[in-house]
T-cell receptor, first 111, second 115 residues
Framework: AQSVTQPDIHITVSEGASLELRCNYSYGATPYLFWYVQSPGQGLQLLLKYFSGDTLVQGIKGFEAEFKRSQSSFNLRKPSVHWSDAAEYFCAASGANNLFFGTGTRLTVIP | EAGVAQSPRYKIIEKRQSVAFWCNPISGHATLYWYQQILGQGPKLLIQFQNNGVVDDSQLPKDRFSAERLKGVDSTLKIQPAKLEDSAVYLC?????????????FGPGTRLLVL
């Protein structure tokens, strides 16, 4: 069955520290992969997406993600976290006719 | 460019009552999606429209949920009668065309609480 797994429900990092959010997918073929961010009371905003080509994808707000086929992973990274990055992060994967979201990772940033 | 608009932002009803949510997509976007996001879970697609036609409603509980997109612009999602388990955030999204490669733009959502 197609699925997206985000193993970390909640992550806390200090401002200025690096960040990595994990995402694993299960699909028959290589899916299209996305990372969205949801701030409190807001809708989801696309951070970046991967379809093919270069496995390191750059997104908005200084985020990047790396697609690793051998590990079925698409982890999100940021070298230095800002307090405004505190939010819920969702990984999503799609085939031709559907889009599956993971359960999300809540990021807390401490001063 | 105006984003996806949704109303109301919050709604509290009692079980067995009915409720309706409204969505206005980004101008020119042919595809409109309704998602249900239960607390602690990721959004789940309920229905997808291409213009005013339904592309996918396989996850819509049709015994109580209905949706329409008259004239291919605004859309309304209705629940009748509501159950406790319908408490969730209902997100509307739109995209230029009907492809999951396309970026979906999300509205702020309607938070529904069923008592």
């Amino acid at each position: 069955a197609q699925s997206v797994t985000q193993p970390d429900i909640h992550i806390t990092v200090s401002e200025g520290a690096s960040l990595e959010l994990r995402c694993n997918y299960s699909y028959g073929a290589t899916p299209y992969l996305f990372w969205y961010v949801q701030s409190p009371g807001q809708g989801l905003q696309l951070l970046l997406k991967y379809f093919s080509g270069d496995t390191l994808v750059q997104g908005i707000k200084g985020f990047e993600a790396e697609f690793k086929r051998s590990q079925s992973s698409f982890n999100l990274r940021k070298p230095s976290v800002h307090w405004s990055d505190a939010a819920e992060y969702f990984c999503a994967a799609s085939g031709a006719n559907n889009l599956f979201f993971g359960t999300g990772t809540r990021l807390t940033v401490i001063p | 460019e105006a984003g996806v608009a949704q109303s109301p932002r919050y709604k509290i009803i009692e079980k067995r009552q009915s409720v309706a949510f409204w969505c206005n997509p980004i101008s020119g976007h042919a595809t409109l999606y309704w998602y249900q996001q239960i607390l602690g879970q990721g959004p789940k697609l309920l229905i997808q429209f291409q213009n005013n036609g339904v592309v996918d409603d396989s996850q819509l509980p049709k015994d109580r949920f209905s949706a329409e997109r008259l004239k291919g612009v605004d859309s309304t999602l209705k629940i009748q009668p509501a159950k406790l388990e319908d408490s969730a955030v209902y997100l509307c999204a739109s995209s230029l065309v009907s492809s999951y490669r396309e970026t979906q733009y999300f509205g702020p959502g309607t938070r529904l609480l069923v008592l």
